[in-house]
């Protein structure tokens, strides 16, 4: 069976740190896989989104970076964290065919001080 | 994608049935109609997908009339686990999720 992995599962950054948030998948090859926010009490924003190696679309210009270094592994990275990009950060994945349902990882809390 | 519109919160008791009425007036031909369930603090996980009538599986059903501008998500005799934020999703998922703000719903003794 498929499954999809996080980490950390909550992180503290300061202001201006930078950040690397890893996303895994087991299970499956050649997945559609995807980066989310959401915000307190919100639903998810989609961030990015990549249906194969090196192929990254971005949904919302902002302070944050995809990578896909390998088929089965997602990156989220910041060079300089802003205040706003606190929030729940989920990787999800999902079979490449169409019609099929996207399945998330447990999410990333992430606090900026 | 279409714009989903579904309640802001439902109340309900251990043993009885929910329904989740969820409208999708300007779904597309080769869209689908997606529920996801989301505890606090966890990923929203996958309830059951439909197109078009009636899908089943083993924690909920799916309601979807002919003109698939609604569908309905039917919880049976649901318990205290079930208090959870419940989305509704159209699209050809082919890429790319909407999710709104989901219907809360709690669950009491």
């Known amino acids: 069976s498929q499954t999809i992995h996080q980490w950390p599962a909550t992180l503290v950054q300061p202001v201006g740190s930078p950040l690397s948030l890893e996303c895994t998948v087991e299970?499956?090859?050649?997945?559609?896989l995807y980066w989310y926010r959401q915000a307190a009490g919100r639903g998810l924003q989609l961030l990015f989104y990549?249906?194969?190696?090196?192929?990254i679309s971005s949904e919302v210009p902002q302070n944050l970076s995809a990578s896909r270094p390998q088929d089965r592994q997602f990156i989220l990275s910041s060079k300089k964290l802003l205040l706003s990009d606190s929030g729940f950060y989920l990787c999800?994945?999902?079979?490449?065919?169409?019609?099929?349902?996207?399945?998330f990882g447990d999410g990333t809390r992430l606090s900026i001080l | 994608l279409a714009k989903t519109t579904q309640p802001i919160s439902m109340d309900s008791y251990e043993g009885q049935e929910v329904n989740i009425t969820c409208s999708h007036n300007?779904?597309?031909?080769?869209?689908?109609i997606t529920w996801y369930q989301q505890f606090p603090s966890q990923g929203p996980r996958f309830i059951i997908q439909?197109?078009?009538t009636k899908v089943t599986n083993e924690v909920a059903s799916l309601f979807i009339p002919a003109d698939r501008k609604s569908s309905t998500l039917s919880l049976p005799r649901v318990s205290l686990s079930d208090t959870a934020v419940y989305y509704c999703?159209?699209?050809?998922?082919?890429?790319?999720?909407?999710f709104g703000a989901g219907t809360t719903v709690t669950v009491r003794a």
């Open positions: 999800a994945w999902k079979e490449g065919r169409q019609n099929q349902p996207q399945h």
């Open positions: 299970g499956t090859s050649n997945p559609n």
């Open positions: 990549s249906v194969g190696i090196g192929q």
């Open positions: 300007n779904i597309a031909t080769n869209d689908y």
């Open positions: 439909g197109y078009k």
């Open positions: 999703l159209v699209g050809d998922y082919d890429y790319k999720l909407s």
